[in-house]
């Protein structure tokens, strides 16, 4: 199998569990007499978390050097066997506890450098009529709370046609 890398530190043996977490920002609206719609607020930031044991008589030296990569600043590239690299920064190193003679237990933690685009959003939504503020930030993707505080209406008022409701703030606006 591959090592695990990060940087130019190679893992002597991969750690025992390897975990890859993706997620998404999700909210559930509730929709008056509607249900409910769930909004996708787009993907965040990979988390990697491994587990493992550095073992024999260079155990601890193995543990250190991968310390000494924790304590330099910036991010680097990530190798996780079986999936593509991508650039992360080192964020968390947990000694457990001491083992067993000759096995030094740990844990890190990596999470996902690189920037995530922002969604293009209009400048505006164009009611229909009747519409509610919650079905507009269903249908926009947009937070209902941004939406009240951005045009000052109440959460319960129906909208009338032809009615702009502001979806950002106005400095937010393409030049």
């Known amino acids: 199998m591959i090592p ?25 609206l509730l929709l008056p007499m509607k249900g409910s719609r769930v909004q996708d607020l ?9 587990k493992g044991t550095f073992s024999g008589e260079r155990a601890m030296e193995d543990f250190r050097k991968l310390a000494s990569v924790f304590q330099e600043e910036g991010s680097g590239v990530l190798w996780v066997p079986g999936f593509p690299s991508f650039s992360a920064v080192f964020s968390q190193l947990k000694l457990l ?53 951005l045009n000052r209406l109440r959460q319960i008022q129906q909208l009338s046609a032809g009615e702009r409701i502001f979806l950002r703030k106005a400095e937010e606006y393409a030049v």
């Open 4 to 28: 695990m890398q990060f940087k130019q530190y190679v893992w002597p043996v991969n750690p025992r569990e390897i975990t890859l977490r993706y997620e998404r920002t999700v909210k559930e």
């Open 42 to 50: 787009g993907r965040k930031r990979r988390v990697v978390t491994g």
């Open 97 to 149: 506890s001491y083992g067993r003679e000759g096995e030094v237990p740990y844990e890190c933690t990596f999470l996902e450098e690189e920037d995530l685009p922002a969604p293009k959003t209009p400048d505006f939504y164009l009611c229909k009529g009747g519409e509610s503020l919650w079905e507009v930030a269903a249908k926009t993707g947009t937070v209902l709370e941004e939406l009240v505080e």
